[in-house]
């Protein structure tokens, strides 16, 4: 089964980037895999294609990995980026302190499974949206179709039986919009029964249904199915619908739109991005927090997980209404040009500029935390611009009101003059009225340190302007209580 541009053999060394992965498959990381390395490729970037597998390249090239599991080893010697899409809104705790540490930059391919990172404690300078896309010369609203069924309205839902999937919540829809005389019949394309989804199957919930009376119809299609098969299944649809509960991108609803047919896709997720109201109707979601056995136990979540509950009778609405030819006719005539601006090139030239600002850059990985000599347990640190009082002198005010010399914190300015900077910070805090005997650890050296080793030794800066550091665990306001709050936390 081949998927677009799957050849693995051109690149070099002195490649411009590195990508790691799957190549050549039908399942999604390894269509965008093939696809954003082919647009590269056709833009005059040279691409070192890795198997997931494979052996780092010893190329300084920025070094792309985009496969699951994730791998925190770089591909390459040059920078390193994580592309990662992400369903369930906080990602895994570990992963937050690896990208910390050892990724120069997170590609995700929405702004749903963004915010997912950013949520999670990972800076927001750090994560860049990079897209999926659409092959908009292979999915064509004209083109052989497959015969699925003799119905007036033919529904497709495409996915695996997993619980994000929200196959459960289209059949209790479905369920209740129709009964066997109506003129429609729901196609389920189940994917990933003998890989992703090993051990699970769609067939016994899609029997149980038709075991149901007076069930309207519902076909399984379990077959494998190669890649250019895909297209002549939406032709043969004239609705795909996807009530998601949580999809890093969605690719089929982009492919659906390309071959000129409409969607239904779950509102306030990731196909908000590439989704509006002339081609789609959204289904109103809520949060709810992610059930207990949605993803494997050792992915401990860095916060509470959710998924988005599509309401089942708004959804039963919105069939009712995709049933209705002259109705779905209004939104199927703006599909496929809603599509065409989302095709692999437009992805291409987002990943290039990307790979352009990376290209050159000192690793984080190779970047060593500043050392702290005699530090206590919980290091604090501000990035003190000694010309601006604000910088350190607000930071410093609120570390000495909230500890004193029997807390196990301790607070670093990083001064080049440490005799000019004691006596800054000691008018200070004469002036404010602390008693310099009562103080809190503070550490004034360190030298000329860059605030990045400085953010990776810390447990947390305190920045008085707000503003974020991208490689701190935590950044807090110049506030005694937060302070507090901080050292007391787990």
Known sequence: ?????????????DAACVWRGDWGSVHSL?????????????????????????RPSASEAV???????????????????????????????RWVEEIRRRVDEVWTPSEASRQGFVESGVSPDLVQVVPNGVDLARFTPSGRAERLAAKETVFLFMGGPAYRKGLDLLLDAYGRAFTAADDVCLAVKSFG??????????????????????????????????YDDVPALYRAAD????????????????????????????????TDDFVTDDCAWRIPARRVPLPSGAIPSELELAGEGFVLESDVPALVEVLREAADPT?????????????????????????????DA????????????????????????????????ESWALPLGAYAEAFGPEDDTTLLLPAADEAEAAALVTAELLAGGHDLASLADVALGAGSVGPVELELAADAVIAADGRGASRARVVCPPDPVALRALVAAP
């Open 30 to 54: 390894a269509i965008v895999n093939d696809a954003i390395a082919a647009a590269l490729d056709a833009g005059a970037v040279r691409v070192e294609r890795i198997p997931r597998q494979g």
């Open 1 to 13: 089964m081949e998927s677009p541009s799957s050849s693995a053999g051109h690149g070099s060394v």
């Open 63 to 93: 070094g792309i990995a985009h496969h699951w599991p994730p791998s925190f080893e770089a591909p390459s010697t040059g920078p390193f980026v994580l592309y990662q899409p992400w369903e369930f809104g906080r990602i895994p705790r």
């Open 239 to 270: 609705v795909l619908v996807q009530p998601y509960r949580g999809e890093g991108f969605c690719l089929p609803a982009l492919e659906a739109l390309a071959c000129g047919r409409p969607v239904v896709v779950t509102a306030g997720g990731s």
């Open 358 to 389: 990376l290209q050159g850059r000192t690793p984080i990985r190779t970047v060593a935390p500043a050392a702290v000599a005699k530090r206590r347990r919980f290091l604090f640190a501000a990035v003190p611009d000694w010309e601006r009082r």
């Open 193 to 226: 029964g003998k890989t992703f989804y090993r051990g699970q199957t769609s067939e016994e919930t899609v029997r149980c249904f038709q075991s149901r009376a007076d069930a309207p119809e519902v076909i399984l299609l379990d077959a494998e199915l190669s």
């Open 327 to 355: 109705q779905r006719a209004e939104r199927a005539a703006h599909a496929r040009a809603h599509a065409e601006r989302f095709g692999w090139a437009r992805a291409g030239e987002i990943a290039r500029a990307r790979i």
